[in-house]
């Protein structure tokens, strides 16, 4: 009889609450839009994933990119010319929103990849300017007045994206969908080589892997996943604009990822909830959301270093991380 460690108790335990969590949330995500405006719940669900995507690169593999608003709003950008221009249908649109995103990835991880640490976050920030001046200029954006008035349209003809509630549950079916390809991702023998060049780099690779690619790969597998949540919110508020692409919306996300616990899989989608939740409250009230999103960071950085999520799991289950 094969004894049972105290660790391995918590981590069976973290992972039944993680579950019960997920059920419990996925019950209330199909009935909140009863209750609440369809609109500001497909925002944060698409946030949502957004964080979740950029997770899979800070959380499991360890590369910090200042420049993955480049994916989500360039896959908008994709997504809504084609749509309003080319008059593609939507399932067509998010195609080339994450093909274009997986692209970018392609190209900026190449070069960003070759080097580590603070290093590789300014390439990418550096990559992700040079994207946001071609927007600027590039006929097909429109520049400052971005793409609006994109046409939902109907998916595979069938389902009409115009009805709040079709829109709703398709964007919910899709997000959970990506949620679902991050964690087969991070539990194949793939995203263990992943956190085993988290861990110690130097060590995967006197164990013979290749990390310049596992890194890349993880860079675009990340890329395509931002590009799907941008098209997506394309869609949902019928335009692309430059909001999308600045370095702004790249801080944004990775204030999701830090505030919900970087390396779980639940906490990138609080940590989204908590931030557009909180732009929503705010933005009538006079008081700067900036501020109060920059104290509840201070705050979160002081109490919960690990994260809210993270810290949660380390304090009650004792975890080392709070994974």
């Not at 392609?106 to 640490?117: D, E």
């Not at 990506?178 to 964690?183: C, D, E, K, Q, T």
């Not at 993880?218 to 395509?224: D, E, I, L, T, W």
Request: hydrophobic share 55%.
């Amino acid at each position: 009889m094969v004894a049972v460690t105290p660790q391995d108790a918590a981590a069976k335990t973290s992972a039944r609450l993680e579950w019960a969590l997920v059920a419990l949330g996925i019950v209330a995500l199909l009935a909140a839009p009863f209750f609440v405006y369809p609109i500001f719940l497909m925002k944060m669900l698409c946030f949502a994933l957004f964080a979740c995507a950029f997770n899979l690169l800070l959380g499991y593999t360890g590369l910090l990119s200042f420049g993955h608003a480049t994916f989500f709003g360039g896959a908008a950008y994709f997504c809504a010319h084609a749509m309003k221009v080319w008059g593609w249908p939507p399932e067509a649109g998010i195609l080339l929103g994450v093909a274009g995103a997986a692209l970018l990835g392609l190209v900026m991880g190449f070069f960003a990849i070759r080097r580590q640490g603070i290093y590789f976050a300014m390439i990418t920030l550096a990559l992700a300017q040079m994207f946001y001046f071609f927007c600027v200029q590039a006929p097909f954006t429109e520049g400052e007045d971005g793409i609006q008035g994109v046409p939902r349209g109907h998916l595979f003809g069938l389902i009409d994206l115009n009805d709040p509630l079709n829109i709703y549950y398709v964007v919910l079916t899709v997000v959970l969908i990506g949620v679902f390809a991050i964690w087969r991702i991070v539990n194949s023998p793939f995203g263990m080589i992943l956190r085993s060049i988290r861990e110690n780099e130097n060590r995967a690779i006197s164990l013979g892997y290749s990390v310049a690619n596992y890194k890349l790969a993880a860079f675009v597998m990340s890329a395509a996943l931002a590009g799907l949540a941008g098209a997506l919110k394309a869609i949902v508020f019928q335009f692309a604009t430059l909001t999308d692409v600045t370095w702004q919306m790249s801080g944004e996300v990775i204030l999701m990822t830090l505030l919900g616990g970087i390396g779980t899989m639940v906490g990138p989608i609080i940590g989204a909830g908590l931030v557009v939740g909180l732009e929503n409250t705010l933005a009538t009230s006079g008081f700067p959301v900036t501020i109060a999103t920059g104290l509840i960071f201070m705050i979160c950085v002081l109490v919960f270093r690990r994260g809210i999520v993270g810290e949660f799991y380390a304090r009650v289950f004792k975890t080392k991380d709070g994974a």
